[in-house]
């Protein structure tokens, strides 16, 4: 039947100016939406403009993890160091002349929808509406601080990896470092050379895969310039690497499982020399239940004179230091939190308000309820990008969010036509989803009795649980039936 609708432009405003807010700008502008992205911050970045500690580097190959239309010849390393990733973002942004459509200071404080449309706020009291919100908000983006007794005691410097106080210097100084993920074997490799001590605090050991950071000589970039087709390859390369060995491992592969468990195993049992410190890095679960960490430095840092492993636990933070639970005082000049982020929180505490003045909030209550991680039922014309269930293990979120919004563009062509007002999944469609989804979530390593930031407050994991290919595959064009379209 033909639209009563008249076909009209639209408008939408992304939240976000971090990898995926900017990748959403510049296909909206293909798609020939309008559009106006809103940053809480002074600076574009996301995550890599929020973290600036010592050491900080991608722990995926910096030729994959790119925009597939935009590979970069200047990359320094396999794993390039975080202003790098920072500086490639904002060049990005500048060369597809998305810069200009960011408001920079503009923290979204609220999204209503009513009459079809959205009404956008901000802190500072602009007002837009809008047809379509797109929330590129990431998920690393929260700090979580530990809840540590005497933690304002502390008269030392003391911040967190993600707020890190750039003015402290730490050369000849002690420094604690509470923490064991990503972050913190990332921060002592960097800092053991200077520092005059550094203490870690693990609660959990981390398992460790060994892939080498080589550096790019001058000859390779000049061969990258003169072929682009080089870095295309490249990155097929490491896409093929990572879809069938660790993404395979962590969904039920019983073959690529065991290959990654006997390269971590091996890595720790030739790498590490003293026993008692091999038993304290040795992980008491599966590999892939928490973030697997690449790295070939951090068990030699860790081995260093001057560098000391406590595994006994922190009783409380004292005025001088950290006492563990064995009553020995540790001693230290800084404090460092790698603790990590709420990697649940996405947009909020943005308010959102949909169909009736349904708060998301409400909706999320139980758990983060989303139709193939991307929209929520009862908020029409309201879109995330890595939202809740993407894969985001260690794989490029940058392929994420570009088949993610293949699959918007698709989503949103009746918009454009005109065939309907807007769009939202069914309930029906959205709970088969999540029914799927946890159901296959037993086959997963996620599942097997870890604590990691993985799982969400009910304790269940708010993973993919699928293959990779499973995901392109859905992606690839949407299932109109599984949504209303609001005339």
């Known amino acids: 039947m033909a639209s009563t609708l008249a076909k009209r432009p639209l408008r939408a405003a992304i939240i976000g100016a971090g990898m995926s807010g900017i990748l959403a700008g510049i296909k909206l502008r293909e798609a020939g939406i309008a559009f106006t992205i809103y940053e ?57 002349e998305i810069d200009s459509r960011i408001r920079f200071n503009e923290e979204v404080v609220s999204a ?24 590129a908000t990431g ?18 410097d003391a ?59 001058e000859e390779e970039k000049a061969q990258f310039r003169a072929e682009p087709d080089s870095m295309t390859k490249l990155y097929a390369t490491w896409l093929e690497r990572f879809q069938n060995t660790i993404s395979r491992a962590v969904v039920g592969d019983a073959l690529e499982m065991s290959r990654l468990e006997a390269g971590c195993r091996e890595n720790l049992e030739h790498n590490v020399h003293d026993p008692v410190l091999r038993a304290k890095l040795t992980p008491d679960y599966k590999v892939g239940c928490k973030r697997l960490i690449m790295s070939d430095i951090f068990y030699p840092a860790i081995q260093r004179p001057n560098a000391e492993l406590v595994t006994s636990g922190i009783e409380r933070i004292e005025p001088h230091g950290v006492r563990d639970r064995e009553g020995n005082l540790h001693e230290l000049d800084v404090l460092v939190y790698a603790t990590g982020f709420n990697g649940h929180a996405f947009m909020r505490p943005m308010q959102v308000l949909g169909v009736e003045g349904k708060r998301l909030d409400d909706t999320w209550a139980q758990s983060n309820l989303t139709h193939r991680s991307m929209s929520v039922p009862g908020f029409p014309n309201f879109f995330m990008l890595v939202g809740p269930y993407s894969p985001i293990g260690n794989f490029s979120v940058i392929l994420i969010s570009e088949l993610q919004l293949n699959y918007l563009q698709q989503l949103l062509a009746p918009l454009q036509r005109g065939d309907c007002r807007a769009i939202a999944p069914t309930f029906e469609a959205t709970n088969a989803f999540l029914s799927e989804l946890r159901g296959a979530m037993g086959n997963t390593v996620w599942a097997t009795g870890c604590k990691s930031w993985y799982l969400d407050k009910t304790g269940s994991p708010e ?19 599984e949504y209303d379209l609001i005339h």
């Open 40 to 96: 809480k911050a002074a600076r574009a970045g996301g995550t890599w403009r929020e973290n600036r500690y010592p050491g900080i580097a991608c722990d995926v190959p910096s030729h994959h993890y790119c925009y597939s239309f935009a590979p970069n010849p200047e990359w320094s390393q396999r794993f390039s160091p975080g202003p790098e990733i920072l500086a490639y973002f904002e060049q990005v942004a500048v060369t597809h």
């Open 463 to 481: 993973m993919w649980p699928f293959t990779f290919e499973r995901f392109r595959d859905d992606m690839s064009r949407p299932r109109f039936e």
């Open 112 to 135: 209503v929808y009513g009459g079809g449309e959205w009404r956008i706020k901000t802190a500072r009291g602009h007002e837009e509406t809008v047809d379509i919100v797109l929330c």
């Open 159 to 217: 911040f967190h990896s993600a707020r890190w106080d750039e003015s402290v210097m730490l050369a000849g100084r002690r420094v604690g470092i509470i923490g064991t993920g990503s972050t913190a074997m990332q921060i002592v490799p960097a800092i053991v050379d200077t520092a005059a001590k550094v203490t870690m605090f693990q609660r959990t050991a981390q398992w460790v895969l060994p892939l080498p950071n080589v550096a790019y000589t």
């Open 139 to 156: 998920f690393l983006h929260h700090p979580v601080l530990p809840n540590i007794p005497g933690r304002d005691k502390f008269t030392g």
